[in-house]
């Protein structure tokens, strides 16, 4: 399976802590992506970071890049109850388009 | 952003029985189109990418007989899930992708979840 692996599964904080999860991938790469899926729902695309860049922010998100090791980390910082989710790295393998998902980190932030 | 939807968003049938879901792009052509699977509490899993007006393309371990795809219009997909059995239910979640677009170009819609009983 080229499906990539995300760490950890679960993680519990509480809010205004940071939230740090990693992901790992099997393939060469032209971009790597992040989504966020509240339960039951669909993905929202929350960064999309291209595989000649390093690092990425978009308000409280900060994401890195090291293609040498093959792996990505998302970096929420001052976490609120409602960044409570599932958040999937997502790799372009296959070209055109198609998208390999990370396993996926569930995120629970108590208020 | 460009909006995604699917009908339905929630479907329960009986075991034997065949569920269509709609996967419609509302304001710009989608000359592709992707089906993922996710099953509770895991990951996304692509199923098969469809192209307009071409037959879909399956991924290795999707049965093409039991998943139907029609991408009959640029802004129209369906996948029919056939003679479904409890082990189908799972939620169905389309993405489109534009000819010639990278992945940053592809839009998700919310979800259908199918219950098989």
């Known amino acids: 399976s080229q499906q990539g692996e995300e760490d950890p599964q679960a993680l519990s904080i509480q809010e205004g802590e940071n939230a740090t999860m990693n992901c790992s991938y099997k393939?060469?790469?032209?971009?790597l992506q992040w989504y966020r899926q509240n339960s039951g729902r669909g993905l929202v695309h929350l960064i999309l970071i291209r595989s000649n860049e390093r690092e990425k922010h978009s308000g409280r998100l900060r994401v890195t890049l090291d293609t040498s090791k093959k792996s990505s980390s998302l970096l929420i910082t001052a976490s609120r109850a409602a960044d409570t989710a599932s958040y999937f790295c997502?790799?372009?393998?296959?070209?055109?388009?198609?998208?390999?998902f990370g396993t996926g980190t569930r995120l629970l932030v108590s208020p | 952003g460009a909006v995604v939807s699917q009908h339905p968003s929630r479907v329960i049938c009986k075991s034997g029985t065949s569920v269509k879901i709609e996967c419609r792009s509302l304001d710009f052509q989608a000359t592709t189109m992707f089906w993922y699977r996710q099953f509770p509490k895991q990951s996304l899993m692509l199923m098969a990418t469809s192209n307009e007006g071409s037959k879909a393309t399956y991924e290795q371990g999707v049965e093409k007989d039991k998943f139907l795809i029609n991408h009959a219009s640029l802004t129209l997909s369906t996948l029919t899930v056939t003679s479904a059995h409890p082990e189908d239910s799972s939620f169905y979640i389309c993405s489109t992708g534009v000819r010639g677009g990278s992945t940053d170009t592809q839009y998700f819609g919310p979800g259908t979840r199918l219950t098989v009983l």
């Open positions: 997502a790799t372009d393998f296959g070209g055109f388009q198609k998208l390999v």
């Open positions: 393939t060469s790469i032209n971009n």
